[in-house]
């Protein structure tokens, strides 16, 4: 671990799962509480039924998912490189044997 250029430890692998964790339940209450239909008026004048959000909901929507991308990749980073020493290993003992 000391020798590594990216050192991601489990506990921050850990925490930053829980943050994403935290993020998609923040998304999902913001899309469960502001997404509605309302009746749109076509150019014909008929009406029709289309889903809608508010924009200011709609805009943290995105930048929570773009924080959480972030930190998903870093979990998917973390998992590379806290797991590849394992697979060496794993890899030379058969080897050895």
Known sequence: ???RTVKLPPELVTKVRDASTILAIMIAFIIL???????VITEDGSY???PYIPP????????LGYI?????????LG???NNRSLVVQEGWRVRCE
Not at 68 to 76: D, I, N, P, R
């Open 1 to 3: 671990m000391n020798k």
């Open 33 to 39: 509480s502001y997404y509605k239909y309302d009746f």
């Open 48 to 50: 029709d039924y289309l």
């Open 56 to 63: 200011m909901q709609k805009q943290w929507i995105e930048t």
């Open 68 to 76: 959480q991308l972030v930190s998903s990749l870093t979990l998917l």
């Open 79 to 81: 998992f590379c490189v």
